[in-house]
Every structure is written in structure tokens, then in C-alpha cells.
């Protein structure tokens, strides 16, 4: 192996070499920091904003990005709060939840490929209608008093063989992205459609079917995150997400995708995910105010993104 | 401005490129450099401009020795580079083109449009070409925007001016009007250096011939005392034999038709058909509805209607994925945009097509798939570091391998070609042109698009030539020649 393939294979992990720095040091200033209830907590917080990224990594892949992701989730939580409400079984009013998530990836989809919006565009318009739809929905109120179903209860706050749940659910679904970005043929048409959408199309890959499957993936994995939360929180808030899709495109950022498509790894944006959420709770527990945590992670996200430009 | 470089020896990463290469430019003389992709010539003439610095070697500018450390100035010393893809911004005019970075202006910046109108003007008289100034860059041809970039060079009043494959793009008439143009400059004493594939035009234009291969210097000849011949064996250093292989094929029935291909404005009652094993050479200038009728075949053509037949029945060509699937491939004319993805591996361009053929139930099987680009690469001879190798680090003809291997893995019944050897070197193209016969010989039914007369003649059985969106005519291989293909792509009439 010679110096430029050394060089190479440290920029590949780049993002991980920071984390397990981050980790480090802040493990040596805080003892609170280096514990295992501490790392648990830590990623089951991540797990929140790691669904999210997921999905954000393939509509990223394709060439897109989706800004509507933190209103789905506002929205779809709302839905689901009130169906259980209404008297619906929790388990499926979730699966409803899920649903209706999908077709409003769908459809930002739809705008992105018939449509021939920007994705930038087609999804701030998504974005400001679901979070308008939602406030008139809730009236601007909170929903809550939503009893004691188990299964709501367990998929936030349940834990097995002493993980917490939405861990376990957090490396599932990693696993499974990974199984179909890297073995599926589904997963070669998002990176086919993102390198070169004219070859791809002339290659037969059905683009415009790539790109609203993406969205709808995003949709459906940013409405799995707003049922962990509302599990957690017991409670559907009109402002819940906001600003979610900002850490999520961080996240993907962070794991060296190229935000023009067609390069990354969803491995990547694990740990990116995993990075922001140190920086969150190491920054908490160190006690720095909130004011100068965005100047932190500001700082991270750029030293990352910086170091992981094309040499 | 006489230029010589002696002894240059230039490396990336490692790899050398360029070993002991030089070059002679006399006043006033246009001087073809020539050699197979990868042979160094674009290299040699980045350094000679400042756009690489050389490892070795010195430079010679009218007898003193110079390095130049930017572009910019070389360009100040009177020495232009006009590259290949064309250094143009569509959404500006010409004029804002011709001035961008070196705009007239007053105080305050503001731009004297009537100054630079006058000097945009002056200038394109003197090339003698009609372009309206205020004209957006992209209702140009592209022979027009070449124009540009010529006067570009003569605006700042170019020495020598150095032209990358000026032609690749280019129909017939405007290589006319390229070549007046060329040899007017000539004779207000501007030098050129004038890169290209093209042997005809080469022996047509240009009074010496520099070649180079491998990186290093073979040898310089006057055009008027040297052959193709000689230029091809200096290139390639050895004999290269014919240019097209012979094919022995028995051409089998009719199995493609199309018929009534109409596209308001594009084309019109187009009608033909393409017997298995049998090469249909498709001629015509550009602009004449040829791509479009083969994309219009292959189902990436909104607005056009008709049928088309393979073995008898009608397929279903909505889109590319449909045409596919009926046993269609197509190879397009730019394999950088709609060819390749060029960040990627080989193996993830030939996959790309042929992911069904390698998965089960969606799910990539790795073995079959490295098994077949594996042999997509030893058949097609791709010399690459193996099925991971980036294709955009490849040359020009191991790219178009790769674009083939990728089709002929998904079986076509018809395969259609958009200029299969554009930018592609002497040697590889008599590689690619033995894979045409070798797919004919299979049964194939192969369309043949392309711009160079002597490779539709060198390779067709049948020659169907396209005049302004209509089939001018079809000529047999007996009876076909250049006069002939030329008087029906121009709406002539011919007897047959």
C-alpha cells in the first residue's frame, strides 16, 4: 500500500477517527460522561435523529434532499396521537402512522420527479404545508392523555435484555439499509441515479420510480422517529421536528456523502449520527450553554466536512 | 513565433506520462500533432501553456527560454489553448463571451458596450463568419461556438493557437468553414497546432506531423513526403494492417422495422428495416435527425410516434427500461454524459444494465456479477487494474469498451450505435470495429450512427443516408462512396 492509499483509507474513516476522539477526550473531563447507562442513553437519543438520516441518505444518494422530513414527523405524530385518542389499538394506529408517513414522501416524490421541481423547493413546500396542516390540525395544542397501551409505551421507553429498544431498532434498521443500498439491486439504481441520472435512464433504471421511492423512504423513516418520540414524550406537540432535517443532513454531511448524489455510504452517516449525538450529550453534561454548543458543532461539522473534500 | 521543446519529462503520482518528449513549431505553419489516447500530446501542450509544470525539459520561445506559470501567460505571450470541451457559458451572449474577465469598461466599472460591440465586430469579419453579437452562446451549433473560441484567441491578438480535436464535433460543412478559417490564419503568419484522430483531415490540412507515443517523441515528417501508413505505424509502432477488419457474415431475415417514425419538426416517415448480421452504416450531417431518430427508437424521445418491429411483433418502447426489455441496446454518442458514470467503477457501469441478469428476487448475487464483468473484460480486452477501476480514469477506448461490454451482457437483438469510435484511438478503434463484426457474426442486427464517411463505408453492408429529419436514401456497400452518401445527406438524388 503506498502513501496516497494510506492517505485514502484515513479520509475513508475520517469520521469515525473524530468520534472515537470526541469519545475519548470527553470521557477523560467528565466522569458522568464514560458510563454505560451515559453511551445507552446517548444512543438512544441518536436514534431519533439517526432514522431520519437514513432515509436523508438516500434521497441524498439519488441527488436530492429532503427538508420536509421534521414536519412529517410533526404530522404524522399528530394523526397518530389523535387516532389513539379516537380509541384506535396503539399498534395500529402506529402502523397508520407509518403509512401516511410513506405517502408524504410519496409526494414530495411526485413534485421532485412529475412535478420537475428542485428537491430544495419541491420539499420546503412540503415542509411549510405539513407544518401548517398540523398546526390547524392540533390547533396549535398539544395532544395528550394517549393511556396505557404497552406496545406505545414499549417502542420509546421498553428495553431488551436490558437495551433499550430504540437501540436495538436503530441497528436493525442500519442493518437493513446497509443489506439494501450495498446487495439489492433497488440500492444500485439510487447510487446509478444519483452518479448519472441520463446513463442510468438510458441503461433502463426507472429513475423518476428511484427518487419517489427514496422520498417515500424518508417519509416513512422520519414517522418511525416521531412514534419513538411520541412514545417518549407521551404526547403529540405542533412544533415537534422542527429543524430535525438540519441535523440529519449534518449526519449524512459528517459521513462523507457527496450532497450531489451518488457517493457514500449509509456507514457513514451511522457515524456522523453517532457524532452529533457526543456532541449533544457531551456538551450537555460538561454543561455548556446551548449558545455556544451550535458554535461547537458548527465548528465539528466543518473541520469533518473540510478534511473529507476530493484530494 | 517559432517554439521548440526538447527533453520534457513530466509525471503524475508516480506514473510518467511524458519521457524525452518534444516538439518544433515553425512560423506560420500548421503543425499536426498526433499519437493514440494517452500518448501524451494534450499533456505536452498543458505544459508548453502553463497549465502543468514540467518535471524536465526546457522551452523555447523565439529563441529564449520561458515558463510560463498560468494560462494566462502563455496567453499574453501570444500562445492559446482551445480545448476540446469548449470553454463557453451558454447563458451568456457572444459578446459577453468574447469579453468575460476582459470587459471594456469606464469608470466604476461600467462596461462601453458600443467599444466592445465594435471590437466583436472587427473581429469576426476577419474570421468572415456571420454571428449576431448579441446572440446567446447556446442557440450557437457548435461550429459556431468554435468560432467563438477562435476569435476569443484573436482577440487578444494569439501567435499561435493550439486547437484539441476541433472537428469531433463538427458536420462536414462547418469542418469546411473551420478549415478556411484555419488556413487564412496561417497566412497572417499564426502557427497551429492542430491535435486530432482524424487522418484525412490531417493530411488534408496540415503542412508537418509530429508523433508521439507513449510519452515520448517518434518523429516529425512533411506531410507531402509521408503516407497514412507511415503515420499509423509511427503511432502504434507496429504495422496495424487493415483499419476494418474483414467480416464473413450471411446476413440472416429482416428481424427490425420501423415504421412511420414521425416527430413534428425532428423527423418524418421514417421507414427502415435491418437484417440479423447485418451492419446499417446511418450517414447524414449533424443536425440531420439521426440521434434523434434513434432515440426516438429506444423510447427517450417525447412526441414521437410510430412502431417499431423486432422479429415481426411490436414492441413496447415507452421508455428505455420497455426498449430494453424488448431486446434493444444502444450505445449513445457522448459516453461521458449519457454513457458512463465516470466516478464509477467498471463494474458498477456493466451492472448497472444487467441487474436483473445478476440478482434474485432484488438481491445482487456478487459472485455471477464479478464473474460477469470479469468477462466482459477479458473479452473486450479493457485494459484496466481490474472490475474496481474508475472509469473515468480510463482511456477513450477502454471507456467505449466498457459502454460495450455493458450492453452486449444484456443480449440485445439490435444494437444501436451513436458514433461508437468518437475520441477513440487508431488501435482501439480496429478493437471496437472487430466487436461490431464479432456481434453481426453472432446475428445481431446493428445500427451503425457516425459522422466519419470512411468508417460508414469501411463497415456498413447497407448505407441509409438521413437528410433533414427524411431517409435521403439507402446505398448498397457495392455502390457506395463518399460522392454519393455526401449528394443525398445534401437533398440530392442519385440513381440506383
Not at chain 1, 429513475?207 to 418511525?224: E, N, Q, V
Not at chain 2, 415504421?259 to 449533424?286: H, I, Q, Y
Amino acid at each position: 500500500m503506498n502513501k496516497k492509499d494510506i492517505m485514502a483509507k484515513v479520509q475513508d474513516l475520517g469520521a469515525l477517527i473524530a468520534l472515537v476522539l470526541l469519545v475519548i477526550v470527553i470521557s477523560i473531563i467528565s466522569p458522568q460522561f464514560r458510563t454505560i447507562d451515559n453511551f445507552m442513553s446517548l444512543v438512544r437519543q441518536s436514534s431519533i435523529n439517526g432514522f431520519i438520516a437514513f432515509g436523508m441518505t438516500c434521497v441524498i444518494l439519488t441527488g436530492g434532499i429532503d427538508l420536509s422530513v421534521g414536519s412529517v414527523l410533526a404530522l404524522t405524530t399528530a394523526f397518530c396521537a389523535s387516532f389513539i385518542k379516537g380509541g384506535m389499538p396503539a399498534g395500529i394506529a402506529m402502523l397508520l402512522a407509518l403509512i401516511i408517513g410513506t405517502a408524504f414522501g410519496f409526494l414530495s416524490g411526485i413534485l421532485v420527479t412529475k412535478g420537475r421541481l428542485q428537491p430544495f423547493i419541491a420539499t420546503l413546500i412540503t415542509m411549510t404545508a405539513f407544518r401548517g396542516i398540523t398546526m390547524i390540525f392540533m390547533n396549535g395544542k398539544p395532544i395528550s392523555g394517549l393511556g396505557g397501551s404497552f406496545l406505545l409505551k414499549f417502542i420509546g421507553k421498553g428495553s431488551l435484555f436490558g437495551i433499550p429498544f430504540p437501540v436495538i431498532l436503530f441497528i436493525a434498521v442500519f442493518a437493513i439499509f446497509m443489506f439494501v443500498l450495498e446487495k439489492t439491486t433497488f440500492g444500485r439504481r439510487i447510487y446509478a441515479t444519483g452518479s448519472n441520472a441520463v446513463s442510468a435512464k438510458l441503461a433502463g433504471v426507472n429513475i423518476d420510480r428511484t427518487k419517489i421511492a427514496a422520498y417515500a423512504i424518508s417519509g416513512c423513516m422520519a414517522a418511525l422517529s416521531g412514534l419513538i418520540l411520541l412514545s417518549r414524550l407521551s404526547s403529540a406537540q405542533p412544533t415537534l421536528g422542527e429543524g430535525y432535517e438540519m441535523d440529519a443532513i449534518a449526519s449524512v454531511a459528517l459521513g462523507g456523502t457527496s450532497m450531489s448524489g451518488g457517493r457514500g455510504r449509509i456507514q457513514g452517516t451511522f457515524v456522523g449520527v453517532l457524532i452529533i449525538a457526543v456532541l449533544n450529550n457531551g456538551l450537555n453534561i460538561l454543561g455548556v450553554s446551548s449558545y455556544y454548543q451550535s458554535v461547537v458543532k458548527a465548528i465539528v461539522i466543518l473541520i469533518a466536512v473540510l478534511s473529507d473534500r476530493k484530494r | 513565433m517559432q517554439i521548440e521543446m526538447r527533453g520534457i519529462n513530466k509525471s503524475f503520482g508516480g506514473n510518467p506520462v511524458l519521457r524525452d518528449a518534444g516538439f518544433e513549431l515553425a512560423d506560420g505553419e500548421i503543425h499536426a500533432l498526433m499519437g493514440e489516447n494517452g500518448a501524451g500530446k494534450s499533456t505536452l501542450m498543458k505544459i508548453l501553456t502553463g497549465v502543468y509544470t514540467r518535471d524536465a525539459g526546457t522551452v523555447i520561445v523565439d529563441g529564449q527560454e520561458v515558463v510560463y506559470k498560468n494560462p494566462q501567460e502563455a496567453e499574453k505571450a501570444g500562445i492559446v489553448f482551445i480545448h476540446q470541451e469548449l470553454n463557453v457559458l451558454f447563458d451568456l451572449t457572444v459578446e459577453e463571451n468574447m469579453f468575460l474577465g476582459k470587459e471594456i469598461h469606464g469608470k466604476f466599472g461600467i462596461c462601453d458596450k458600443k467599444a466592445m460591440r465594435k471590437e466583436v465586430t472587427r473581429i469576426l469579419d476577419v474570421l468572415g463568419v456571420k454571428i449576431d453579437p448579441a446572440r446567446k452562446m447556446d442557440t450557437l451549433s457548435i461550429g459556431q461556438q468554435q468560432m467563438i473560441e477562435i476569435a476569443k484567441a484573436l482577440m487578444v491578438d494569439a501567435k499561435v493557437i493550439i486547437m484539441d480535436e476541433p472537428t469531433a464535433a463538427l458536420t462536414e460543412s462547418e469542418t469546411e468553414v473551420l478549415f478556411k478559417v484555419v488556413r487564412s490564419l496561417k497566412e497572417k503568419g499564426v502557427s497551429i497546432v492542430y491535435i486530432s484522430h482524424r487522418m484525412e483531415e490531417i493530411f488534408e490540412l496540415c503542412d508537418r506531423i509530429t508523433i508521439l507515443r507513449d510519452g515520448q517523441y517518434v518523429g516529425t515528417r512533411n506531410i507531402s513526403e509521408t503516407n497514412m501508413a507511415e503515420v499509423v505505424k509511427m503511432m502504434i509502432g507496429r504495422e496495424i494492417g487493415e483499419r476494418y477488419p474483414e467480416r464473413d457474415v450471411k446476413l440472416g431475415d429482416v428481424i427490425f422495422e420501423v415504421k412511420d417514425l414521425n416527430c413534428p419538426g425532428v423527423f418524418e416517415n421514417v421507414n427502415f428495416t435491418v437484417r440479423a448480421g447485418e451492419v446499417l452504416g446511418v450517414a447524414g450531417l449533424m443536425g440531420a435527425g439521426r440521434t434523434e431518430i434513434m432515440q426516438s427508437i429506444f423510447g427517450n424521445m417525447p412526441g414521437s410516434t410510430g412502431k417499431v418491429l423486432i422479429e415481426g411483433k411490436e414492441i413496447n418502447n415507452k421508455t428505455p427500461g420497455d426498449a430494453m426489455k424488448s431486446g434493444i441496446g444502444f450505445i449513445t454518442e457522448d459516453r461521458k454524459v449519457e454513457g458512463l458514470m465516470l466516478e464509477e467503477s467498471i463494474m458498477k457501469n456493466i451492472s448497472v444494465a444487467n441487474l436483473k441478469k445478476i440478482s434474485h428476487n432484488g438481491v445482487l448475487n456478487a459472485k455471477s456479477e464479478l464473474d460477469m464483468v470479469q468477462k466482459g473484460i477479458k473479452e473486450l480486452n479493457i485494459r484496466c487494474t481490474g472490475p474496481k477501476h474508475a472509469c473515468g480514469e480510463l482511456s477513450g477506448g477502454n471507456q467505449q469498451k466498457v459502454v460495450f461490454a455493458k450492453w452486449i451482457f444484456t443480449d440485445p437483438k439490435v444494437l444501436i450505435l451513436d458514433e461508437p469510435t468518437r475520441g477513440v484511438d487508431v488501435g482501439a478503434k480496429k478493437e471496437i470495429y472487430s466487436i461490431i463484426n464479432d456481434l453481426a457474426g453472432r446475428g445481431v442486427a446493428i445500427i451503425m450512427v457516425s459522422s466519419e464517411l470512411p468508417e460508414i463505408l469501411g463497415m456498413s453492408d447497407r448505407v441509409m443516408v438521413v437528410h433533414e429529419g427524411h431517409i435521403g436514401g439507402f446505398i448498397s456497400k457495392e455502390k457506395a462512396d463518399q460522392e454519393k452518401i455526401m449528394t443525398l445527406a445534401t437533398g440530392g438524388k442519385i440513381d440506383e
